[in-house]
């Protein structure tokens, strides 16, 4: 599957829930969806959570 046969399946499939259950729980499947596709990121190494946390932090410019 390509990856945007895979995009057009997950707005689909979003746009389902929405149709059947109502704009919450679209919200939360598209939420829930985007808290295991990070969840991923991190445990495979492609986000570094340390990294992360530097840039939310307060940067200082001298």
């Known amino acids: 599957m ?3 046969q895979f995009g057009f399946v997950a707005g689909f499939l ?3 829930v929405w149709a059947v259950a109502g704009f919450g729980a ?3 499947a598209v ?3 985007l808290v295991g ?3 991923v990121r991190v445990i ?4 570094n959570v340390a990294g992360l946390a530097d840039r ?3 940067s200082r410019r001298r």
């Open 56 to 58: 939310a932090g307060v």
């Open 37 to 39: 596709w990070l969840a």
């Open 14 to 16: 979003v746009a389902a």
């Open 26 to 28: 679209a919200a939360g």
């Open 31 to 33: 939420l829930a969806g």
């Open 44 to 47: 495979d190494g492609d986000v």
């Open 2 to 4: 390509s990856r945007q």
